[in-house]
Structures are given as C-alpha cells and as structure tokens.
C-alpha cells in the first residue's frame, strides 16, 4: 500500500464519493495524498471500511461488462460522531483541503454539518495551522458559495468569521458519476471479477463516465494535481453547471415523467423509446442554444449522454429521478426557456421543454401514487396550476397553448403504448 499524505478530510463517505473524490484522487499524479473519511450520522460505513483497511473495490459497470478496481486512498475511516478525531485532523497542518457529499439538506438551516465545519476551523485557527480550502461536491450551482454562507451563518464569534474570510477559501465545482446502490448480488459476485478486493464487503459500484470541473480558487493552498487525472480546473464553473443541469438533469426529468407515462421503468428503457428520444433531442437542441460553450463541446457532451443513457447495466430508475420535481424542473427546464426568451422574445417556448411540462402536469394529475413531492401542484390541476408552481412568469396564452398541445400528445402516445403492451387489443 502507498504511503500518503493525510491532506484531505472529506464528510460524508458514502458511494458516491467513493467513486468520484477518492477515484480520481487515486489516479493523480505526483505526491500520493490521503483521504480521512467521516461519515454522516451512521458509523456502519467507517466500520466496514477500518475493518478491510480502508481498501475497497471499484467496479466499473460498463455495457459490455464489468471491471474492478482496489482504491487505496481513504488513510482513516471515523464515524461523524467522533467529534475529537474531526477536529484533531482538521486542526492538523497537513491537512489543506475538506470535501463534502452531504446532499443539499446538509446546507439548509439546522443541519449540523455547518456546525461541525465551524468546530473544526475553530480548532484550526486555535492550532494556528493555516489556510485552508472547503470544495462542496454535491449537486448544488454555485455551491461553494452556498457552502460559505452556511458556514458563515453558522458562525457566532466576530474574531472567529474574520479568521475565516482571511484564511478559508471555498471553491465551486461540478461533479457527474451516476453510481447506483451496491446490491447484495454485487457483493456475492465479487469474487467472480479480476482485480476484486478478497472479502470486500463495501464495494462500489459505477458507470464508466466521470467528470469534475473545479474552480481554480485556491489561492495558493496545496491541494493534488487532480488535473492530472481528468479534472477540469477553470476560472468559472457556471457554464458547466448549466451543461449539466440542462443536457443531463434536463433529460432525465423528461425522461422520468414521460417515461413513465408510456410504461417504462428505467432510463434505459425510456432512452429506447422513439418518442422520449425525439423529446430530449429537442430539449436539448433548445439547451444548446443557451450554452455559453463551444458548440463541439455541446455535441460531444450530448453523444456521451446517449452512450451513458443506454447503458442497461446501470439501473436508474423513473420513479427515483421524478421525485421533487416542483424544485427540479425551474433549473432544469423553466431556466432554458427564460434565457430562450431573453435572447428572443418572439421564440416561444420549445417543444421539448413543452413536453417536459406537460409531461409533469400528467405525472402529477394521473399518477398521484407516484408523486414524491410536497411542493407539487394537487390531482385535480390544471396547466395554470402547474404553471404557477414552477413558472409563473410563463402562463402566457402561448405557452399554455403548447404544453396544453404537448400533453395531448403524450395522451395520444401513452394510449398506443398500451394498445401495442395489449397486443393491439382494445381494452
């Protein structure tokens, strides 16, 4: 095993971070760092991990089959309750950088994680250990601002707050690697796969995609040379946030709410029907449109969604992706349309995003067992209802024309879907 620095603390060492921070951490070049895990609220994932020496395997789930990994990266696992470990590591001069998965609950007023970010700053500055640099991995636009404000917030001492506006940078970044729950039948497995770690009983399992792009924000503080291994470092994360939320959240909230409504079960699925893939190739050809990127970059990122998309081997459900779709849908749709309409007034909204409203104001009216969402817009709504949830600037005569058209159509494509389910047979 690599002997390496303990420079990274990271909260909330669930899968995903496992795949991702740790992945490409391991795959740097240059000086060897560490990572000293916590986790959220419950120590099963740090015991497992201490257990097999902080080891694990990575398997990579691609169509054509599966590959496996060891990642040797995570130095020190420790529950989030060990308050003493979090603030001796962070207090600690080797330590320069701390990265959270904490999802976006861990930024909202009365989460503890500001709380413990403060502690152990706190300790830092006590120790007089230096500057330091907090990077937000989870799924938030610009949220490393949105991390600085928690912590800020949740800071009480005046000479503390002005220690840390001097010596604790926040940078922004955008993280993308779809990694599925870990199954029983993959732990079993295991031991089929070349390169597996003997007796793993915490591995992860991923896509083969992965992406991060970083704000070049440290000022300074020694962190890896991720760039090394793939990381995007760049001035300004937000065209990136926006490719993101449009091309691939966007997508997938059509796929999920059309999908559905046509009987499919997974992206997978969905992607292979003619008519949800007609509808993300409008949508995101109004995307493009917007993007503030180079339209090759666009193309490709598009061509590596529809590989990603297809891949039946990574199961990724509808009825996960539909949930909170009254938070989702104005970043994800409703933002394309605005800049739509900014840049042309007279463009109108597109069809693709019509069909993603229409396909929700359906999912919320038909299918009200499946609505996970308590800011949605009830059974009994009509397309102003929908309209006011997520968009009221857009309940023109226009645009309710078109969603109200959309929704006929997905009508017409939902009832053939079963006739042709039914063998052709009226019921």
């Known amino acids: ?31 060897p760092w560490g990572i000293t895990a916590f986790t959220g609220r419950s120590p099963d994932v740090a015991d497992a991990l201490t257990a097999q020496g902080c080891r694990y395997t990575l398997v990579t789930r691609a169509a054509s089959g599966d590959s496996a990994e060891v990642v040797d990266t995570i130095t020190a696992a420790h529950p989030g309750s060990d308050d003493t ?22 930024y909202r007023p009365g989460s503890d994680v500001p709380t413990r970010l403060v502690a152990g700053l706190d300790a830092r500055r006590t120790a007089g250990s230096g500057r330091i640099a907090l990077v937000s991995l989870d799924n938030l636009t610009h949220n490393g601002a949105v991390l600085r404000d928690a912590v800020l917030d949740a800071v009480t001492d005046d000479a503390l707050r ?12 955008m993280v993308d690697r779809i990694t599925p729950a870990t199954t029983d039948d993959d732990v079993a497995h295991l031991p089929e796969l070349p390169g597996a770690l003997a007796g793993d009983r915490v591995p992860v399992v991923t896509e083969p995609f992965a992406e991060w792009v970083l704000e070049d924000a440290f000022d300074g503080i020694d962190r ?8 995007r470092i760049v001035d300004d ?25 046509l009987g499919h079960d997974t992206v997978a699925e969905a992607m292979d029907d003619p008519v949800c893939r007609t509808a993300v190739e409008q949508l995101w050809d109004e995307a493009a449109l917007e993007l503030p990127l180079p339209e090759a970059e666009v193309t490709d990122a598009r061509a590596a969604l529809v590989e990603r998309f297809a891949n039946p081997r990574i199961r990724h459900t509808l009825r996960q992706i539909a949930s909170g779709g009254s938070q989702k849908l104005p970043v994800r749709i409703v933002d394309v349309v605005r800049h739509r309409l900014s840049r042309d007034p007279s463009a109108g909204i597109g069809a693709g995003a019509a069909t993603a409203l229409a396909a929700w104001w359906l999912h919320v009216t038909g299918r009200p067992d499946l609505v996970d969402d308590p800011g949605a817009p009830g059974p009994d709504s009509d397309v102003h209802d929908v309209l006011a949830v997520v968009a009221p600037e857009l309940d023109t005569t226009p645009v309710v024309a078109a969603v109200t058209a959309a929704a006929e159509g997905i009508r017409t494509a939902a009832a053939a879907a079963r006739q042709s389910s039914n063998g052709g047979v009226h019921a």
Do not use: C
Request: aromatic share 10%; net charge negative; proline share 5%.
């Open 85 to 106: 470990a979090w603030r001796h590591v962070v207090a600690s001069p080797e330590t320069t950088i701390v990265t959270l998965t904490v999802t976006e609950q861990g």
């Open 1 to 31: 095993m690599t002997d390496r620095r303990p420079g990274i603390v990271h909260v909330g060492v669930g899968a995903f971070a496992r795949a991702h921070l740790a992945w490409y951490t391991a795959h740097t070049d240059g000086e």
């Open 224 to 231: 890896p040379a991720w760039q090394t291994a793939g990381v």
């Open 162 to 173: 002005d220690w840390i506006e001097a010596n604790v940078t926040f940078p922004s970044s």
């Open 237 to 261: 994360v937000t065209p990136y946030e926006q490719r993101k939320l449009w091309l691939l959240n966007g997508s997938h909230s059509l796929l999920a709410y059309l999908g559905l409504q």
